[in-house]
């Protein structure tokens, strides 16, 4: 949650505004820590045979629970309008939430991927497509996360605004562009949304075509949840990054109407971002709902169980299609030296 230190006057706090803060961090926190707790328990407890994407699954739950342990500094932070934990903290709590954004979207991005290659390349993807090669793919997930928010703690500080004590984005001296800012603010945009979410696009155009070229249509539940899961993300975090985009051209451009309006919109945007590390377990539910009535409180076991059928059956389409592919290539071929005969 960003304000800027060139002002005495903090436009993060206004009373509507932290008041619309509290609301959504509450929701996010009596939602998502259940949930995610329910998710993460149900995987290591009640699932015997954890598929490729029930361990995508736990992983995604676990970035989602360790940045939501947050939410209740933040919600002090919006009634108090006041930093009291301290500097470590406060670099703390926005570095873990960077880790949790990254590898929230890292891990999203190989669930695409993964349905990608199982229709493209479904020979290899079935030969590849192991738990010890999938762990260690979420390993480097896991690493390039750390590594990407490194910037976030670095240009973090508390400071003294106004009265009050603050974890602001440091400001740098002079009245140019902060450079710092831009750098971090362009590379969590471009590699937290718009390359990631190009690369998922592409991944499910491509499967769509393929799927309506074999006159398939797949209505495995572990195939929409996914999907679900796309776009709840893509909705939560999208307010985040374009006030990202906004505070980027504010700074190029020293522009204190942009500067403001970013500063004003990001506590709500960033707290909207915590929803999407609650809604997960509520899409689990939907999908689930069927369970629900058979499996009672197991109900999720029995999904998760299931999530390897899904794209066993996609690999099977694309088996389909790549031996219809070869038929019609070996009738061509026979009918090409009949002609030259």
Request: glycine content about 6%.
């Amino acid at each position: 949650m960003n304000s800027s230190a060139a002002n005495s006057t903090n436009p993060v706090f206004s009373s509507a505004s932290a008041n619309l803060g509290i609301a959504i961090l509450s929701l996010a926190f009596v939602i998502g820590f259940p949930g995610n707790a329910f998710v993460i328990w149900t995987i290591l407890t009640q699932v015997k045979k954890r598929t490729v994407t029930c361990i995508l699954i736990l992983h995604l739950a676990i970035a989602d629970i360790i940045v939501i342990l947050t939410a209740p500094i933040f919600l002090h932070l919006l009634s108090t309008h006041s930093w009291v934990y301290g500097n470590v903290v406060c670099k703390l709590c926005h570095y873990i939430g960077n880790v949790s954004m990254y590898a929230s979207i890292f891990l999203i991005t190989f669930m695409s991927m993964d349905r990608f290659f199982a229709v493209s390349r479904p020979f290899t993807s079935q030969k590849i497509r192991t738990k010890p090669i999938v762990r260690s793919i979420v390993l480097v997930i896991w690493i390039l996360a750390t590594l990407f928010s490194i910037p976030s703690p670095i240009n973090r500080s508390v400071e003294i605004i106004g009265n009050n004590k603050l974890c602001i984005t440091v400001q740098g001296e002079g009245k140019g562009p902060q450079r710092h800012l831009v750098v971090q603010y362009v590379l969590e945009t471009m590699m937290g949304f718009v390359i990631p979410f190009s690369m998922i696009l592409f991944c499910y155009i491509y499967i769509g075509l393929r799927l309506r070229r074999a006159k398939f249509q797949t209505k495995h539940k572990t195939n929409q949840l996914v999907i679900m899961i796309i776009i709840a993300f893509a909705l939560f975090w999208l307010p985040y990054f374009i006030v990202n985009i906004i505070q980027v051209f504010g700074e190029l451009l020293s522009s204190n109407k942009l500067k403001y309006a970013a500063q004003s919109a990001r506590p709500n945007t960033t707290a909207l971002a915590f929803l999407s590390s609650s809604v997960n377990p509520i899409l689990y539910a939907f999908a689930g709902g069927n369970f629900i009535r058979t499996a009672g409180i197991g109900f999720m076991a029995k999904l998760f169980e299931g999530s390897g059928s899904e794209a066993s059956s996609i690999r099977k389409v694309s088996q389909v299609l790549q031996q219809r592919s070869r038929k019609q290539s070996t009738e061509q071929g026979k009918l090409k030296e009949a002609v030259e005969e």
